[in-house]
């Protein structure tokens, strides 16, 4: 499996932005796609992400009610719509895929830098 992350940029406090990412290759039959991000001196983690088949989402608390995934089952997308932006949003995003679980064997996609500007 290939992923193509798009998107990002930078963007002042308060505003959107939106990230997309394609599988390409075989993916499992029941497979998850997310968003994984790391800012600068931390450690990476989950920000969203959705079972492709389920449609189950998990959001990490810090970005509940300003980030939306969702997903194309056809076309094997999953898109993050980054909505009421923060400066602590600002890090490096990751596209992921797992055909396990989260904790297990990810892939990942090249990363994108998201700046929020003050």
């Known amino acids: 499996v290939q992923l193509q992350a798009s998107g990002g940029g930078l963007v002042q406090a308060g505003g959107s932005l939106r990230l997309s990412c394609a599988a390409s290759?075989?993916?499992?039959?029941?497979?998850?796609m997310g968003w994984f991000r790391q800012a600068q001196g931390k450690e990476r983690e989950r920000v969203a992400s959705?079972?492709?088949?389920?449609?189950?989402?998990y959001y990490a608390d810090s970005v509940k009610g300003r980030f939306t995934i969702s997903r194309d089952i056809a076309k094997k997308t999953v898109n993050l719509q980054m909505s009421g932006l923060k400066p602590e949003d600002t890090a490096v995003y990751y596209c992921?895929?797992?055909?396990?679980?989260?904790?297990?064997?990810?892939?990942w996609g090249r990363g994108i830098l998201v700046t929020v500007s003050s």
């Open positions: 992921a895929y797992t055909s396990t679980h989260w904790s297990a064997r990810v892939i």
């Open positions: 959705i079972t492709m088949m389920g449609g189950t989402t």
């Open positions: 290759g075989r993916t499992g039959s029941s497979y998850g």
